[in-house]
T-cell receptor, first 113, second 111 residues
């Protein structure tokens, strides 16, 4: 049973560029959440997708957007990259019924130069 | 405003002894709490959770205690093993789908 997978594992971009990160949820899960983890900090919630719609959003600017596909996989897009966007981006999947435990992927490490 | 706090950035424990990791929260609306373990270059791995209707949950070597009046939870690992060396995050949810994480405690279990 495959767990949560993310691609790519590492990425280097320059300021002002755009980036797309991808996530496939754990088998049987239909909900995907994205988190940003800066160095020395805990993960911070960006948003959650369910039924191809953004269900809840954290305190992140509109430069961060996402998408969920019919097969429940998801993308995180970040436009106009800033140096401060350098972080580990984590995807977590869960079942939507009630408050279900979120299971995390290995993350994508983004470096903005 | 840090709603979930882990005030000890690091902890060292001898192999075989008990490890106790602490977490404090400020939001009384939190009703679900979790502990995750994270190794370098990996995503957080779910360890154990507890609902606010309970005060203790046990799973093998791991036990989580919740003290709602003190807004405090702790993770006990008994006995500690070298493979437990990792960063431990506590997280809380108020039924709004998002988790609020603490800043983590780095546990080192000495052989």
């Amino acid at each position: 049973d495959a767990g949560v997978t993310q691609s790519p594992t590492h990425l280097i971009k320059t300021r002002g560029q755009q980036v797309t990160l991808r996530c496939s949820p754990k088998s049987g899960h239909d909900t995907v959440s994205w988190y940003q983890q800066a160095l020395g900090q805990g993960p911070q919630f960006i948003f959650q997708y369910y039924e191809e719609e953004e269900r809840q959003r954290g305190n992140f600017p509109d430069r961060f957007s996402g998408h969920q596909f019919p097969n429940y996989s998801s993308e995180l897009n970040v436009n106009a990259l800033l140096l401060g966007d350098s972080a580990l981006y984590l995807c977590a999947s869960s079942l939507t019924s009630g408050v279900e435990t979120q299971y995390f992927g290995p993350g994508t490490r983004l470096l903005v130069l | 405003d840090q709603q979930v706090k882990q005030n000890s950035p690091s902890l060292s424990v001898q192999e075989g002894r008990i490890s106790i990791l602490n977490c404090d929260y400020t939001n009384s609306m939190f009703d679900y709490f979790l502990w995750y373990k994270k190794y370098p270059a990996e995503g957080p791995t779910f360890l154990i959770s507890i609902s606010s209707i309970k005060d203790k949950n046990e799973d093998g070597r791991f036990t989580v205690f919740l003290n709602k009046s003190a807004k405090h939870l702790s993770l006990h690992i008994v006995p500690s093993q070298p493979g437990d060396s990792a960063v431990y995050f506590c997280a809380a949810s108020s039924g709004t789908y998002k988790y609020i994480f603490g800043t983590g405690t780095r546990l080192k279990v000495l052989a």
